[in-house]
């Protein structure tokens, strides 16, 4: 059985969220060394976060991790239905690598430069890509 084209950008976003863990434990642990922070008091005091404590831009990488788990799990879920459905090729794996190729800039502009207007157009621009897929994939079982 041959592989359904639109689970390699589905697998391909799933590797990009680890490489996102390993870049935001990478930068967030050495920055809560240097701030001396005692993790299981910070546990126990619901009024403070990393987000008072760490740096900004240590954090951008744990804020575009947390995206990573949000809209994306759609993407996943459409590119499942329209895999089992026997359409995973052609237009809508092309429209799947633009939604994964947008997050993945999406999430270096995030951890990076951080500039919001910027990261909105990609967010927009890869909603639009994740609506186009939803709508193929109910086109495929609705049948219309």
């Known amino acids: 059985m ?39 008091s910070l546990a126990r005091d619901p009024s403070k976060t990393l987000d008072d404590i760490l740096p ?6 744990a804020h575009n991790y947390n995206h ?10 459409v590119c499942l239905v329209i895999a089992l459905a026997g359409q995973g090729g052609g237009t809508s794996t092309t429209v799947a690598w633009a939604y994964v ?4 800039v999406h999430s270096i502009v995030q951890a990076t430069v951080n ?3 910027l990261r909105f157009v990609l967010f927009a621009l890869s909603s639009i890509a994740l609506m186009a897929l939803i709508y193929h ?8």
Not at 56 to 61: G, R, V
């Open 2 to 40: 041959e592989v359904a084209k639109i689970l390699q950008p589905a697998v391909a976003l799933m590797i990009w969220t680890m490489v996102m863990w390993v870049w935001m434990y990478a930068t967030r642990i050495p920055a809560m060394n240097a701030a001396k922070l005692d993790p299981d």
């Open 101 to 104: 190729g947008l997050r993945v």
């Open 137 to 144: 994939a109910a086109q495929i079982v609705f049948r219309f």
């Open 56 to 61: 900004a831009s240590i954090q951008w990488k």
């Open 68 to 77: 990573l788990h949000e809209a994306p799990t759609l993407f996943y879920a």
């Open 115 to 117: 500039k919001v207007m």
